[in-house]
């Protein structure tokens, strides 16, 4: 005789993925934003970058060249948070995956579970200080391009 689970079993670990599964759903609208502000960052930095050889000043070649180190640290700052964020979900996957397993298993996967999901909002919480940190770094440089236009206006 064949050992099935149960069908009240089976819904029940459906009922407590769920959760999990709106989590991944937040996650890919975090990893959408992100996408977004490195293509517009990276775009940016090849435009900076096709200009520098075509200045003359060595001024505005400084401020180029200022504004592509800044781009640059931006890049890694997104391209970190990005990697968080799918950890993060590739984490959220296995807590889904050990929902199901736990639930059929002999054993208790309840530590197990707590463990992944504390680590997985770790990383989603570094993700967001990462984006939070490249956004300020954004803001800074722009207020400082409408300064710079202000007192060259005077």
């Known amino acids: 005789m064949e050992h099935f689970a149960p069908i009240n079993a089976i819904s029940e670990a459906i009922k407590l993925a769920v959760a999990p599964v709106f989590l991944l759903t937040g996650i890919g609208a975090i990893l959408s934003v992100l ?20 200045v003359s000043s060595d001024e505005y070649r400084q401020i180029l060249q200022m ?15 990005i990697r968080l ?14 929902l199901f397993i ?14 992944l999901f504390v680590a997985a909002m ?3 919480i570094l993700a967001l200080l990462l984006l ?4 300020s770094i954004s803001t800074r440089k722009m207020l400082q ?6 007192v060259d206006s005077t």
């Open 122 to 124: 770790l990383l989603l």
């Open 35 to 54: 996408a977004h502000r490195l293509g517009r960052v990276v775009d940016r930095v090849r435009l900076v970058e096709r200009r520098l050889p075509q």
């Open 67 to 81: 504004e592509t180190s800044t781009l640059w640290r931006r890049i890694t700052l997104v391209n970190w948070a």
């Open 132 to 135: 939070l940190f490249e956004v």
């Open 102 to 115: 736990g639930d059929f298993a002999l054993f208790n996967m309840g530590t197990l579970i707590a463990v």
């Open 145 to 150: 391009g409408v300064e710079h236009l202000f």
């Open 85 to 98: 964020s799918v950890s993060s979900a590739l984490i959220i996957c296995a807590v889904v995956m050990c």
